[in-house]
């Protein structure tokens, strides 16, 4: 007997897809992810996976999970917690359960939850016979049998045919929430195109599962998210990542420059050299480096030689570059340095995120050093930034630090495309062959930035290097007074930047109590939370600072006009340190976490209501 | 600060940067510094197409004195700096200036991976077995039991053998010169030069505040003729006062032997520099004093194609049906319309 099933509508839902790290958890959301943006739903995700590449099955360590918040609203986070958690093992379940809402559905893989399963998740009792989930609803399925069930007439064996079941809970995910399959069809068979075999079980196993959501008398009703109202546009689904190396590749394009990216793998910074590997029809040069001190010493190299030098790295990464950091600081070459911050101190929890490095790469080389320092806020702000840290980079002739963040390298969200032809042209000129004898320490009166000067042009002979410059002629000098004017003319370049920058925008009221003051990858959490406040009539203000050295001209004004500034930061208070520095007298109060986990809405929120 | 373009054909003195050179007086690095000036103004290459890039050190100061593009980097890092700039400009002649301590301690990573890779550029490492900047501590190339300020009781430590380096590492040119010889010395400058990929050339040079004679057992005017042999490629490797010595293979090792000009070579060893095989010019590295002449010249030139060379090719083929455009890169596989 088939049973009648209702429909309803939701305008938020958040789901979380958990199980071991070769479950293809990840694989899941993102296929969920795919058809979500197709549906016109806006979204963001946040994957969540182990440092260790295949952890002992079935531990705990092993959990890889998969979050993803779609809704018919526009949003910029995954969501704090889950309506539905799918859980493919017991060890999915005990690291995940509490990101289950109370209420919440909690669907497992009854298959999998046998006696050693049970031990190796350091479960004493089974979950599912007691009185564990008494608060929420529990859907037990037996995913391994019925996805051994719906293949068995197909040729795969064993272990493969175990492995098509994260498909069957995609399938019954799609049912749920009333999605189309068509997406993840074509997406199997582009993805097996060359096993015949493979493509016709995946798919087999994805409808079986979308079949057994529609007959199984437990889920009683389909829930359907309407599209969300986002703004015109083609748009495509992007991660922070992505979005970092298109934005590079892009800025080397409108500057009419090779970008040379040298770089060596680490967490969460590599997929930037995945992405830019590929993309040798843009004439990209990648170069995987020995080690993280020769990928930024031969992108200097690279940016000597009059083209667009980049590095990629993570927080300790950033700790080995600093002496050749500071090498371009005082030769005064064009460099960008991307810092996806992980969770440290020291190797820390590598696909953790946090905002740890601020300071580092503010402050932390041998002597007076600045550079400029830019953060992008979501994922795709990733592109506009990039653009910003290459215009600023050539311009000033400055390193520039552009400080991301593990959480927003992996999330994804859509991305309205921007129209191609209003992408600004990055203008440089070079010095050619002059009368006059060449002043390689020369600058510009407006930027002060001295001349970038490529070997090869005739007459432009110089050399540079990192002991102390003589003014205008680049000699090496040791005169005391000579030395202080340069690192003043060192400071007030970067300082000029400020004149070249939007300024910061307030969100909600112009002046009141209280502002929150965020940077980074928080925008989503602090925008959520305040715009959920703002509906329930509470009066708060929201500012994100996407540049952080130099700040905005009017960020002095914007805090004069508040009571109280709210500066959450996942870190012991980095943001705030500088801020007190330059704006003594000025109420700021932190929000810190540092456990390697984005802010929830709710943490915000509760903040900030116990400040109001 | 450079003066008026400067046209072929070029002098010694077109070399010369303004900088006053600051090495101490009677220094091997001033031989080397006036070999590179002579030898380059006889090539016909634009001026503005040589760099120079170095490290940190007493030899590292060289681009400040050559009238030139330079870059006076930091400590190791030359070869970095040097791979990135000839991976975005192949009509440069760059040539990294580094020595025992730069190149084989702090450096040591980098140089191995910048030779293996087959980087095209040229890498002078002087060696004069001493740190002379930091004032005379011992440095990765210093003899055992060697006494200096920071090994008072003498080291503890084997020292490394930079020719051994190289050829681990696959460099495609390989040459050992000395200070003392600026004619052999300005040989293989040129040879260097004209080497497409790699080349790698250890400069015996002498310290003379911290490490006087250091060389001189060897390379002195007394012993030089039977204590050095200079490799002529497709000869016998001759030496001795009179000419009158060789070397033959015993087994695995080498051996001397008498020889008399215009004899039978048939069972000496003959010098191969072409040899694909690491193994002779390993061999070779493996000469050394006291118990046999050490040898001077290339002892490795071989062809491979350069990293930079390479990497440039792969952008051609993947440009064969055009370059890409900013439209399929920034829409990517997959977007959906939301709108009108
Ligand atoms: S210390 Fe030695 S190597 Fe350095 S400049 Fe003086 S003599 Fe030359």
Redo the contacts between chains.
Sequence with gaps: MVAVKSKTSANTITIRFAGDSGDGMQLTGDQFT?TT??M?NDFATFPDYPAEIRAPQGTLPGVSSFQIQFSDNIIFTPGDQADVLVAMNPAALKVNLKTVKKGGLIIVNENSFGEDHLKKAAWKTNPLADNTLKDFQVLKVALTDLTRNALKDHPLKGQEVDRCKNFFALGMMFWMYDRRFEHTVAWIEKRFAKRPEMVAANIATLKAGFNFADITETLQTQIHVPKAQ?????????TGNEATA?GF??AA?LAGK?L?Y?SYPITPASSILHELAK?????V?T?Q???E???????????????L?ITGTSGPGVCLKS??LN?AVM?ELPLVVIDVQRAGPSTGMPTKTEQGDLLQVMYGRNGDSPVAVIAPKTPSDCFQMALEAVRLAVKYMTPVIFLSEGYLAEAAEPW???E?EK?PKIEIRHPK?E?D????YSRNPETLARPWAV?????????????SKADL????SYDPDNNQKMILLRREKVAKIANDIPDLTVEGPGSGKLLVLGWGGTFGAIYQAISDLTQEGVKVSHAHLNYLNPFPKNLKNVLSRFEKILVPELNMGQLIMILRDHFPGVNFLGLNKMQGHPFSVFEMKNKIRELL | MSEAVLKLPYTKEDFVSGQEVRWCPGCGDYSILATMQRTLSKFDLPIEKYVFVSGIGCSSRFPYYMNTYGFHTIHGRAPTIATGLRCVNPELSIWVITGDGDGLSIGGNHLIHCMRRNVDINILLVNNRIYGLTKGQYSPTSEKGKITKSSPYGTIEQPINALCVAIASEATFIARTLDTDPTHMSYILERAAKHKGVSFVEIYQNCLIFNDKAFVPVTGRETREDRMVYLKDGQPLVFGKKKDKAIRLKGLYPEEVNYTAGGDTKDLLIHNEKDENPHYAYFLTQMEHPEMPVPFGVFRAIEKPTYDEMLDEQIRQAQVKGKGDLKSLIYGPNTWKVGS
């Design positions: 795919d943006a197709v016109g986002l703004e015109p546009g083609v748009y495509r689904k992007i298109i590749v892009t394009q090779t040379f040298g993309h040798k029809v843009y004439g040069k170069f480096a020995e080690d001190i020769a990928a930024i010493g031969a992108a200097i190299g690279a940016s000597f030689g009059g083209q030098g002496e050749a090498l030769t309205k495309l921007p191609i992408l062959e009368k004898p060449f002043l390689p070997p090869g042009t005739p007459g432009l002979g110089h050399r540079i290097g990192g002991l002629t680049g000699n090496v």
